[in-house]
């Protein structure tokens, strides 16, 4: 179950990239930090949801705050 999660994770993080391409840096940072935010917080957690949506909700706002 866990490798299920991690894979519909990586294919959506890489679907949701694919759609970038109008994007401001901005947003684009805090795309990429809320998914690696999110595998970081389902790794360090144990593929907890609250974790895994944690983890997604710090990178996100990580992300964004770059090159401010």
Partial sequence: MK????TLVLVLAMSTFTGCSSMSTRDKNTAIGAA???VAGSV????S????IGG???G???GHQIKR
């Fill in 3 to 6: 490798t299920m999660t991690r």
């Fill in 36 to 38: 690696i935010g999110g």
């Fill in 44 to 47: 360090l957690t144990g593929g």
């Fill in 49 to 52: 949801t609250s974790g895994t």
């Fill in 56 to 58: 997604a909700a710090v």
């Fill in 60 to 62: 996100g706002v990580i």
